[in-house]
Every structure is written in structure tokens, then in C-alpha cells.
């Protein structure tokens, strides 16, 4: 598993939920991106047989899309922060 990428993925999430025009504020980060990627994934790869670094990197990105333009299409402009994100 590449830690170093899921480590800057976090970060970057983080970073993002810490910034004041995070439409969610930084709580999601603690309360919703970290027990994704600690407690649903670990169960998710095992039950699923699945990447757990596909799995981590998602936990982290999946509703990032909210956090920068808010909730509604968060599905699409979360794939596109994604797709940047991971391009570099
Ligand atoms: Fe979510």
C-alpha cells in the first residue's frame, strides 16, 4: 500500500476541511473522512476482498466536493478535485 499517497491524500483533505471557506467547517474531517477511512474501510476490504489503498483514497476524497463547492453535484465536482488531486 503506498502510505505516502494516502498520507498526502489525508493531508490535503484536511487541509481543505481547515480552510475558512470550507462550506462544512473542519468538523467532517474528525467525524466523517477519518472513521470512513479507519472503521469502514478496514471491514469494507475484508468483506469485499477490495484494494484497501482504492478503498483509503476514496475515503478521504469521496465528499470533498462538498467541502469546496458544497453539497449539491458534490458527486461530480468531487471527481473532478479527485481526478486533479491524484493527477499530480
Ligand atoms: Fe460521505
Redesign the pocket.
Known amino acids: 500500500m503506498n502510505t505516502d499517497l494516502i498520507e498526502k491524500i489525508r493531508a490535503f483533505v484536511e487541509e481543505e476541511c481547515k480552510k475558512p471557506t470550507s462550506k462544512y467547517g473542519y468538523e467532517p474531517f474528525p467525524a466523517?473522512f477519518v472513521p470512513?477511512a479507519e472503521e469502514i474501510v478496514p471491514e469494507l476490504a475484508d468483506k469485499l476482498n477490495a484494494d484497501k489503498e482504492v478503498l483509503m483514497i476514496a475515503a478521504y476524497l469521496?465528499?470533498i466536493g462538498s467541502i469546496v463547492h458544497g453539497r449539491a453535484d458534490h458527486h461530480i465536482t468531487g471527481a473532478q478535485i479527485a481526478e486533479e488531486k491524484l493527477q499530480e
Do not use: F, V
Request: glycine share 0%.
Open positions: 466523517h470512513m469521496h465528499d
